[in-house]
């Protein structure tokens, strides 16, 4: 009877104990354990200038209040304040893109996600790869799927129990499509030498320039079928199945400062549609 009491009450304080966090060794991230209603409370954004949400304050810097991600901006309703809304904490973020970046530069924010120890991440780069000074410096679909294998890995290894959502990068050639009518934006876009792979010479409507761009297009294609691919291969990693791509944006969601960002009504529409693919679109 004593031997059984004991057992009872070690099973007892086990279950009364607060989880510790596992150790694998030097080095090894902490496990957290979810909270009571399924939900983060903390995130990093990985990716680019979109993420950033560059252009959309004062002057011609980052402006990260106002990313689809992690902003705090009202009108954008980003995927951290709806998190927050639907726990009712605050949620902590680092956005940790970086203006400019391509998928090269994709692993070094995947280290600084896993330092953070946070329980979700965002993660959505490409644009830059295919929006090149020409079409043939595009990043090639082989380097592009091995740099973001290798900070997917990264991610999913260093965070284990981390949710992580690949969004898909924006159609180009419907930038190009609700821009090129008007000769405003066709000026911006050869001013600013704006993803020249895609608009240079933007009122050429030739069968050349055409093929030109639907390859810069399937580019785009090819990349995000790569991240697609990745995230089926980790259990705790999720993409949008292009839900962004295929999003017909109108020339309204892009700043009519370079006609390339996205406005800050882009970043809501961004953050609605990547929210509704994601983990939680019903909340």
């Not at 304080?13 to 979810?34: D, H, I, K, Q, W």
């Not at 990260?64 to 980003?78: H, R």
């Not at 030109?212 to 090819?222: L, T």
Request: hydrophobic share 45%; with cysteine.
């Amino acid at each position: 009877m004593r031997r059984q009491r004991r057992a009872r009450l070690l099973v007892v304080a086990a279950l009364l104990t607060p989880a510790v966090a596992c150790s694998g060794g030097a080095g090894s991230p902490a496990v957290r354990t979810p909270a009571a209603d399924g939900l983060p409370r903390s995130m990093a954004a990985l990716g680019d200038s979109m993420t950033r949400a560059f252009i959309l304050c004062e002057g011609a810097g980052d402006c990260p209040e106002a990313s689809w991600s992690t902003g705090t901006a009202a009108e954008v309703l980003s995927h951290s304040q709806r998190l927050s809304r639907a726990s009712g904490e605050r949620t902590r973020v680092h956005n940790v893109a970086v203006s400019g970046a391509t998928v090269a530069g994709l692993d070094s924010q995947a280290a600084r996600a896993v330092a953070a120890d946070v329980e979700y991440v965002t993660v959505l780069i490409g644009a830059n790869d295919a929006c090149a000074p020409a079409e043939a410096d595009m990043t090639s679909v082989a380097a592009y799927t091995a740099d973001f294998d290798r900070a997917l890995s990264r991610v999913v290894s260093g965070l284990p129990r981390a949710r992580v959502l690949v969004v898909s990068i924006p159609d180009l050639l419907r930038l190009w499509q609700v821009g090129k009518d008007d000769a405003a934006v066709r000026a911006v876009w050869e001013q600013l030498s704006i993803c020249q792979s895609m608009l240079a010479e933007p009122a050429d409507q030739s069968a050349a320039a055409a093929a030109r761009r639907a390859r810069v297009r399937q580019r785009v294609v090819d990349y995000n079928t790569a991240m697609a691919n990745a995230c089926r291969r980790h259990p705790t990693c999720r993409s949008d199945g292009g839900a962004v791509f295929d999003y017909d944006f109108t020339i309204e969601m892009v700043s009519d400062r370079d006609y390339w960002h996205p406005s800050r009504v882009g970043q809501r529409t961004i953050a609605a549609v990547s929210w509704t693919a994601g983990y939680w679109g019903g909340r």
